[in-house]
């Protein structure tokens, strides 16, 4: 494992003492950051500052309260990258295969308060991850918002009435929260169910990015092409614009309302992001995740953001530009590379690859050993590449777990 520098500037927090120091990153310089990166024979290069706080922390003892994962996500001291998984209460597991034979349609899953408490925890009673995020679907709130849709269990989200108009726009309308109270309530009672934890985990809410949710919202199904949405970027821009801008003044508001309801972070999934070239990333992406950024840093400036993009190697630099606290990586980039293009001053998430859960043991645990080495001793929470696939084993969920619990300590290292 890399030791731990010494000499690094503590990222600034506002009433709050501690921050980052001792990070390991790749050799090299952040492209276009002006911060120097050293390598793990290298001491002593400064972090670049930034403004935030954590939880609701006014001292240092407060921080050493707060969940580890929260902690880690702002550049806090932890003894071990905490872990959680994307998908982490899913098919996989065979207690959710069961219940859903009792309630088999996807949405009664998600959206009924009891059901979403008990599918969240399922993994949580059999690995103990330190993030419990919330069982959703990033689509949950667009009926909120006057955008009907449904959820077929082999065709995926359907919306019958897709967006391709300026006129198809003006029925969206600002996210109505009663109509989305089973996340908020479910998210309160999470928090009281693990509060008495030997190991308190987080509880994570997440949302949608506009220009993600907005794919299935103009193509009215999933898809692999995108040609449809593309197709409107450049004949109606201002279709495109318009309706990036109504979804994106609701999320914002509906992550105000997870957090006020009990999640402690929110992860904004960019799903798709990763199918727009830089530019049109630039116009149709960017600035509305920006948009949400700042208005809950306004709100609520002590709960860390990260930002997940499949497939976002390209998008690094562009991602952090939106000020976020964790940069969520896909298994396709190497952590080190990552490390030294985003310096020094945001955390990362990830970035196992997900197909290695169908290794042995001593191969996810050698994913695991790489993968925590080249993120280094600060700022990094341990996750998947991208979520946990249908067939995992269980029991090579619960060794991803239990190794780095037991083998990933960053004391001595």
Known sequence: MAPVRSGLARRTVPGVAGGRKGLHCASGRATGQGVHVSTSEEQGSKRGQRPSTVGNASSAGDVEELPRLVRAALGHEV????????RQAGRYQKAYRDLSAKYPGFRQRSETTDLIVDITLQPYRSFQP????????ILTPLNAMGIPFDIDETKGPMIDDPVRTMADTEPIHEIELEKVSFVGEALSILRKEVSGASDVPAVLGFVGSPWTLSTYVVEGKSTNAYKVIKCLCDSDPAVMHALLKKIADSIA???DYQIESGAQSIQIFDSWG????PKMWDEFSGPYIKQIVRHVKSTHPNVPLTLYANGSGGLLERMKGTGVDVIGLDWTIDMEDARRRLGDDVSVQGNVDPAKLFSTKEGISAAIDDCVKKAGTRGHVLNLGHGVMVGTPEESVAHFFEY??????????
């Open 404 to 413: 780095n619990r037991q083998n990933s300590g960053y004391k001595n290292k």
């Open 79 to 86: 003894d071990r990258p905490p872990a959680w998984m994307m």
């Open 253 to 255: 508001l509906y992550c």
């Open 274 to 277: 990763g199918q727009l070239p």
């Open 130 to 137: 330190d993030g419990l995020i919330l069982f959703s679907d």
